[in-house]
């Protein structure tokens, strides 16, 4: 089996990567000299755990190559899977499909006898039947047929969720195509993975509805959080109390500054914008999109509130900036609302991020990059930590303490126990639990009752 994947980006590479695992003839395409260049050095492009392993292994395997000439790879592909970006457009927040569609008239002009034509990318509904018409309009006489193959992994973890997926959709109602992925997929159907076979739009939606119901989810456990500190209560006894029932489930329920990344954004934005467009409007994603970015922006006030109600002037240290950890991907990443707000507010601003500061420092100007999580501390009136990177999961709370000016410190990924951190004496601000008094706390334990 050989494939061509159009696009090398953070899915174009681990899947053509896992392809070529499974024995897959995998050659990645890519518009970027750049990318290409520094993968054909041996260096991979982005963070991403256990990838320069994988790339290097099947390289040298002779199964892995890549290169910026679409055209013979496609002429020797069985199958060519679309896997470049589809991005919010400017405005209106549809999904932009222009590399999509550039993607499939250069298919089109270079394929060779019968090819299935695979869209990864996230797409709305309707988009493979317009690939389909790009290609005919292109080349009237190509034998092709075009699947929907929506990819659900997670950056951070994304070989794992490849190779050992919950699931995995295919979208056609050609059996030649749906064979093809049969093959493709084969090492899968052998741990039984569930394989389903459905249409072209039920695929494209699906892939909407997954992202869209996970980001209610997650504002959902948001909301509640807020209501959790109001009523002194504990958001993530809340969590575990509900997500034990199956029916619920636990994943998905961790509170925080809102959900950010390459992709829940910009896709429940295209949804609604979708849905609207059909005339069946989908009102809770509308409200999950208007609170989620909402509670991003508020995130600067907590802080904000959490140094006595100003930080002009102040020095703030941020540990973490990417959207999550194990990624060095900064798009729609909560630090991006935060951090111009708290500079706004007249703070000086230090930060590290294991992975995302060569990124994050061209996106948000005016921060003093430091090269470890101490180094950001030392002089600082409050340390917030944005992203759950676990080397921020034990810090020396005694030289944390030592270090910062005021013992201030905001996490947003509530990573610590507020009763510990009151011990040590900190003011921990966090989310959706009781604050505790370092003053109250240290009388307590001396006169126990
Ligand atoms: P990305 O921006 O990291 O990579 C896209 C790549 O496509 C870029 O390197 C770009 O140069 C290249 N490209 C664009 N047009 C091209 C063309 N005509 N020929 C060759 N290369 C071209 O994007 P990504 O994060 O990998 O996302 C790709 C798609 O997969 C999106 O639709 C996204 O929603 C979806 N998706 C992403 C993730 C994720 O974790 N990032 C997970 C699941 C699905
Ligand atoms: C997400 C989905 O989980 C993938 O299944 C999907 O393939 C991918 O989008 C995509 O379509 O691109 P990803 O964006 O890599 O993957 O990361 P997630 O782990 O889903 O986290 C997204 C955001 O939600 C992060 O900002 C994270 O901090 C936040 N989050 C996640 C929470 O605030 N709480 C949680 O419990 C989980």
Redesign the pocket.
């Known amino acids: 089996m050989r494939i061509a994947m ?8 681990v899947s053509g990567a896992c392809f070529s695992e499974f024995g897959v003839d995998v050659v990645c ?4 000299e750049a ?1 290409i260049a520094c993968l054909n050095d041996g260096e991979i492009p ?1 963070f991403e755990p256990g990838l320069d392993d994988l790339v290097a292994n099947n390289v040298k395997a002779g199964r892995l190559s890549f290169t910026t000439d ?1 055209g013979p790879a496609v002429q020797a592909a069985d199958a060519v899977f679309i ?4 991005p919010s457009r400017r405005g209106d927040g549809h ?1 932009d499909l222009s ?1 999509v569609y ?2 499939a008239r ?1 298919i089109a002009e270079n394929m060779d006898g019968y090819t299935v034509v695979v869209t ?4 709305p509904v309707g988009t493979g039947r317009e690939v389909e018409k790009i290609i005919r309009e292109t080349r009237p006489d190509a034998q092709f047929d075009v699947v929907s193959n ?6 951070g973890s ?1 070989i794992n969720d490849f190779m050992r997926p919950d699931r995995v959709v295919i979208g056609t109602k050609s059996e030649k195509a749906r064979e093809v992925m049969r093959q493709l997929y084969r090492p899968l159907y052998l741990i039984e993975t569930p394989i389903i076979f459905t249409s072209r739009p039920t695929s494209e939606l699906i ?1 909407y509805a997954a992202n869209t119901f996970l980001a209610t989810k997650i504002t959902f456990i948001n909301e509640i959080a807020d209501l959790c500190e109001k009523l002194d209560a504990d958001v993530q006894d809340v969590a575990r109390g509900i997500g034990l029932d199956g029916r619920i489930g636990r994943k998905f329920l961790h509170t925080g500054p809102g959900y950010g ?3 829940f954004p ?2 429940t934005l295209a949804l609604v914008r979708t849905a609207q467009d059909a005339g069946s409007p989908l009102r809770i994603v509308e409200t999950v999109v208007d609170i989620n970015s909402r509670r991003k922006k508020a995130m600067a006030d907590r802080i904000i509130a959490a140094c006595g109600g100003s930080v002009d002037g102040k020095t703030i240290a941020v540990l973490g900036v990417t959207f999550k950890p194990n990624t060095d ?1 900064m798009r729609d990443a909560p630090s991006l609302d935060i951090l111009p707000a708290l500079a706004a507010a007249g703070a000086d601003l230090r930060a590290y991020d294991p992975e995302g500061m060569k990124e994050a420092r061209e996106m948000i100007p005016g921060v003093q990059w430091c090269d470890t999580a101490y180094e950001t501390m030392g002089g600082a009136n409050a340390v917030t930590i944005l992203t759950e990177w676990n080397e921020f999961r034990m810090l020396d709370l005694a030289r944390v303490k030592r270090l910062l000016k005021d013992p201030v410190m905001v996490d947003l990924r509530n990573i610590y126990n507020p009763t510990e951190m009151a011990q040590v004496g900190f003011r921990y601000h966090c989310l959706g639990r009781p604050f505790a008094e370092p003053a109250a706390v240290a009388a307590a334990v001396a006169e126990p009752v």
């Open positions: 159009i696009g090398t980006g953070y899915v174009g590479l395409v890519d518009k970027n990318k982005i679409l896997a470049v970006g589809t999904a590399y550039a993607a250069e990864k990318s996230t797409v929506p990819e659900f992994l997670r950056e994304a892939k990344g390459s992709c910009k896709d991907d």
